[in-house]
């Protein structure tokens, strides 16, 4: 297991027996985990995001912390959640994430997941130019999850 796993199965303990919501201090947590503290920034923003039903806070500054919530809400206030976060513009690797942990979350079902991540495959928007093609996908991507409403 590597690091990041480490800090991962860490935070998603504290997850766990905090009812959903895990203050952390980066500095104590790195110290803990042997690591330095950038990795746990790293783990964060790229394991606890909003995409995959998160959000954190951060306060920066000698009582600083770092809090995370896993969001509980309902299946379509959960798809809203997602929408909002995709913003104007999403490569491919990002929309076949989410999709992924949607799945992977029980909000899509694996046969809805592969159609979704077929709608947004690059192959679909090679005749529009370069510059847009993030922004058809996450135009796309955002139309399918809202018809999921």
Known sequence: MNISDLIAEFINKQLEESDGTAE???????????????????????????EQGYTVESRRGGGGF?????????????????????????????????????CANGVIDEQTMNVMVAA???RNFMMISPQ???????????????ALI
């Open 24 to 50: 952390l201090q980066r500095n104590e947590l790195a110290m803990k985990i042997g690591c330095v503290p950038s990795q746990i920034n790293y783990v964060i923003a790229s394991r606890f995001t909003p």
């Open 120 to 122: 947004v495959s690059p």
């Open 66 to 102: 770092i809090r995370i919530t896993k969001v509980r809400v309902g299946r379509n206030a959960f798809l809203m959640h997602v929408v909002n976060s995709i913003g104007a513009s999403l490569d491919f690797a990002s929309a076949k994430a989410i999709c992924m942990n949607l």
């Open 132 to 146: 847009m093609r993030n922004a058809a996908t996450a135009a796309v991507l955002k139309a399918m999850l809202l």
